[in-house]
T-cell receptor, first 113, second 109 residues
């Protein structure tokens, strides 16, 4: 039982390049989330998926797209990376609706030059 | 809208000191409240939670009491250790958790 896994752990991009951050969970959770963490800003929700086949915007969705490929996987895509997207990205999952704990992945540190 | 405000850091204490990290919230209804901890280089993990007023969450010597009258959920520990050095996040709600900005805690040996 690996929990929530994220790939890659580190990535450096040039402005305008695209990439996809991968996230997978093996806990059979319904809900999955993408956050970004910036110094002094805490965690901000980018997108979330309450269940397989659904996605919704969070607080800071601009410049990102997501795909809930199946129940296990939830990917985050940057179509044209910008320096403002330099951040640490965390994926999380939760069993479903209600006041359940969220489980976090180890994070992806992205630098856009 | 809903929000969480927690004390700014960094907080620096000596080992065995008493710790308080303040957290207050604004929300409709009666949300669940959480404290998450992030150790260096890792993701967040749940430290403790409380689901209704006057509940006390506790874990690893940390405690926090859900105070509806003061809309607060302050984190306390009687005697901190070097291993408690981390960033602590107060949070509320369930489906879309709202996080505070985090408080970095340094414990000196």
């Amino acid at each position: 039982n690996a929990g929530v896994t994220q790939t890659p752990k580190f990535q450096v991009l040039k402005t305008g390049q695209s990439m996809t951050l991968q996230c997978a969970q093996d806990m059979n959770h319904n809900s999955m989330y993408w956050y970004r963490q910036d110094p002094g800003m805490g965690l901000r929700l980018i997108y979330y998926s309450a269940s397989e086949g659904t996605t919704d915007k969070g607080e800071v969705p601009n410049g990102y797209n997501v795909s809930r490929l199946n129940k296990r996987e939830f990917s985050l895509r940057l179509e044209s990376a910008a320096p403002s997207q330099t951040s640490v990205y965390f994926c999380a999952s939760k069993p479903g609706t209600g006041n359940n704990e969220q489980f976090f992945g180890p994070g992806t540190r992205l630098t856009v030059l | 809208g809903d929000s969480v405000t927690q004390m700014e850091g960094p907080v620096t204490l000596s080992e065995e000191a008493f710790l308080t990290i303040n957290c207050t919230y604004t929300a409709t209804g009666y949300p669940s409240l959480f404290w998450y901890v992030q150790y260096p280089g890792e993701g967040l993990q749940l430290l403790l939670k409380a689901t209704k007023a006057d509940d006390k969450g506790s874990n690893k010597g940390f405690e926090a009491t859900y105070r509806k009258e003061t809309t607060s959920f302050h984190l306390e520990k009687g005697s901190v250790q070097v291993s408690d050095s981390a960033v602590y996040f107060c949070a509320l709600r369930d489906d879309k958790i709202i996080f505070g900005k985090g408080t970095r805690l340094h414990i000196l040996p």
